[in-house]
């Protein structure tokens, strides 16, 4: 058993932190191949591991401020007396995949690649044959989980052999323990994860592998299966970028109680307006005129009336912003964007109309400066245009409210008790509950609609 | 103390603009080559498009904007394996990374960052503008300002990634993160007052960076 120890990276140096274990015990090293990383005034380092053999055991986690020549981890280097484990066969199955996790070469795309080996070894990372290693018939048909027993089936269990047995999916019933009083050791595991990695013997899934679960797929029974139908999925890892929106979404969740309040709006008033205008708007402007202002006009509108809409939250203040400045939200491919329009409630129809349409060219070529999408304090997101009649948005944080605006299309509808045919929409206003009570959502969800709903203003 | 047995040589590379990814590539050939000895040190000089980079001791928080904003004001984004937290680099920004074998050299990683300090510090005195050390922040700062960011990767004693200095650098990029995780402004060469090209820049690091690191 050889030790591995924190080295010394420099004369005035006396620790490191332990930022990062490449390796996890029952892994087999190389000599010279990276064992873990330490920092050390940025600079990180990565330190080899002095022999081959395998990590048997890791003394301290990722994180740790380890001082000079404190021992790190411990590699078995076969030297240890008893082995029986048929070291060679072991060694050759993770060599490769191993290789690829050491080199930082693979980060190359943007992707943080390195903990998830590119190459999937199924060897390595399926699970092992119901009974390849078990000495009784007691583990037989279901291809056991290797929960861990009971301490009093198993006597003393140390921490490592649990987390031994668990990182390497290993029963703890099958091993048979030759520490004192039949105590399973660290060696038994290590015996048995060899066992495990080298491809099995004949004899053993033949006896022991019923019928239907021989045919499980890549179960690592003797030779694999060739695969001769077409493959039933793809695996390809989250971009960067995926993984991160998948974090900020599910924070945005996490940080505020949301609760979504919808009100239907006539639009018919806005509807026969702008049917009226849009040619000699367009002529005029060179741009469409479409719903998206007139909205963001009686928000912008309601906003400062009901400012707590405008704020947002400071551990236990309300931060009120005297700037109204809208975000709205732009698709694009594989994501999506929230650029501000600054000082809404200062802008006309045209005004806002004009920014909306230069924001979302701006964010679809990729040339929104910092300024532009900064400084929101309010987000209007139109999942109308895409033909959604309502849904419930996410709260844009720190923003304490979002108002989702649906599709404007002809309904009927009872007026005065007659059936007409009106142009109808449905506002979703989502609020942050901690802030925001229903009563007073509906007072400015209502107040968007009365707005809207009594449009008179010509935008000409 | 180690003392350099013999006459060091380094390769100096001037990259000219090269996208990041790109860049680390060829780093990473370059560390591979020097490692088993097939080349000497190399040092090389490049401008980036807008990227901002997380070190392997980052925290995503101190990424001001969403990947989301990052892609659609056309700066890329990579996860890194170099010492420090986040940075931005960007066109008027000289990037250098040393490829230098400090078995040759001096095996301390303090020593080679203090040099490589060193080297920034003995530039800007080149162009009139006082660097200085923070205790305990690396980098070189101005008054409060930080003008260049380290971050350093070192395997097998070669080392890898380095400096960023700020010539020209537009430094609004900076608002989308929070520079190494400290909350301190980031300054230029420029913002300084120094209206030095890149080119000039470029070849007082070099002088500088052979001097300190005692190169032929």
Redesign the interface.
């Known amino acids: 058993m050889i030790d591995v120890v924190m080295p010394q ?5 006396v620790e490191g ?1 332990l ?2 274990w490449l390796k996890k015990p029952g892994d087999k090293v190389e000599r ?1 191949e ?1 064992l873990f ?1 330490i ?8 330190i ?1 591991s002095p022999v081959a053999g395998t990590l048997a055991e890791t003394l301290f986690e990722a994180g740790a401020v380890i001082g000079i020549n404190t021992v790190v981890a411990r590699i078995n280097d076969g030297a240890a007396a008893a082995d029986p484990a048929p070291a060679p066969a072991a060694e050759a199955p993770t060599l490769a995949p191993d290789k690829s996790v050491a080199n ?2 693979v ?4 992707g ?1 690649a ?1 903990e998830a080996p590119p190459v999937p070894d199924p060897q390595a990372s399926a699970p092992p044959p119901p009974a390849a290693s078990a000495p009784t018939p007691s583990a037989a048909p279901a291809p056991a989980p290797a929960a861990e027993p009971a301490e009093a089936e198993l006597g003393l269990l140390s921490p490592l052999v649990r987390k031994m047995a668990r990182e390497n999916n290993i029963d703890l019933a099958t091993v048979k323990g030759t520490g004192a009083g039949g105590r399973i050791t660290k060696e038994d595991l290590e015996s048995a994860i060899s066992a495990k990695a080298a491809p099995a013997p004949a004899p053993a899934p033949a006896a022991a592998a019923p019928a239907p679960a021989a045919a499980a797929p890549s179960a690592g029974a003797p030779p694999p299966p060739a695969r001769a139908e077409a493959a039933k999925y793809r695996i390809e890892p989250m971009s ?2 995926r993984q ?2 998948a ?2 979404m599910l924070a945005s969740q996490e940080t505020s109680a949301n609760v979504t309040t919808v009100h239907k709006v006539d639009m018919t008033n806005i509807a026969k307006l702008r049917d009226r205008q849009k040619d000699a708007f367009k002529a005029q402007y060179g741009y469409s005129l479409t719903f998206l202002p007139f909205v963001l006009a009686a928000t912008a509108k309601a906003l400062r009336e009901f400012p707590i809409f405008n704020s947002s939250i400071d551990g236990k203040n309300i931060v009120y912003h005297n700037d109204i400045n809208i975000g709205i939200a ?1 698709a ?1 491919d ?4 929230v ?1 501000v329009i600054q000082h809404a409630d200062e802008k006309n129809v045209v005004g806002l109309q004009r920014e909306v349409v230069d924001l979302a060219a701006r ?1 679809r070529s ?5 300024a532009d ?2 400084g929101g304090t309010f987000s209007v997101t139109n999942f109308g245009s895409f033909g959604s009649v309502f849904a419930t948005p996410m709260i844009n944080q720190p923003n304490v409210a979002i108002l989702g605006v649906g599709t404007v299309e002809k309904q009927p509808v009872v007026v005065n008790d007659a059936i007409a045919i009106r142009s109808m929409c449905y506002l979703a206003n989502t609020f942050d509950h901690r802030l925001i009570d229903g009563a007073l959502a509906d007072q400015f969800t209502g107040r968007v609609k009365q707005l809207l709903e009594n449009w008179s203003d010509s935008v000409l | ?1 180690l003392a350099p047995a013999v006459s060091r040589t380094c390769e100096v590379r001037d990259l000219g603009a090269m996208r990041w ?1 790109a860049a ?2 060829l780093q ?2 370059l560390v ?1 080559q020097r490692q088993r000895g097939e080349i000497g040190d190399q040092f090389l000089l490049v401008e980036h498009p807008h990227v901002v980079t997380m ?3 980052g925290h ?1 928080s101190n990424v001001l ?10 700066i ?9 937290d986040v940075t931005y680099h960007g066109p008027g920004q000289l990037v250098g990374y040393p490829i230098v074998h400090l078995n040759e050299w ?8 203090r040099a490589l300090e060193e080297v920034i510090i003995r530039t800007l005195a080149d162009f009139g503008v006082t660097g200085e050390r923070v205790a305990g922040a ?2 070189v700062w101005v008054g409060e300002a930080k003008v260049c960011a ?7 004693w070669v080392s890898s990634h380095g400096f960023a200095l700020n010539v020209a650098t537009d430094l ?2 900076f ?2 993160i929070v520079p190494c995780g400290l909350t301190k402004p980031v300054t230029s060469l420029r913002q300084l007052g120094v209206a030095a090209s890149m080119d000039e820049v470029k070849s007082a690091v070099c002088r500088r960076f052979s001097e300190v690191y005692e190169y032929q």
């Open positions: 990276m420099g004369e005035s140096i932190t930022t990062r010279d990276p990383e920092s050390t005034d940025k600079v990180d380092t990565e080899p930082p070469a980060l190359e795309p943007t943080p390195p960067t970028m991160k929106i974090e900020h732009v694009l594989g994501g999506l964007i650029p964010a990729k040339s929104l400066k910092p999408i900064q | 103390m990814g680390y590539a990473a050939e591979g070190g392997r001791n995503a904007a969403s990947p989301e904003v990052l892609a659609a004001t056309g890329e984004y990579y996860e890194t394996n170099r010492g420090g001096k095996r301390d990683v303090h020593a080679y960052v690396t980098g380290i971050g350093v990767h070192l395997s097998r609004q990029y608002q989308y």
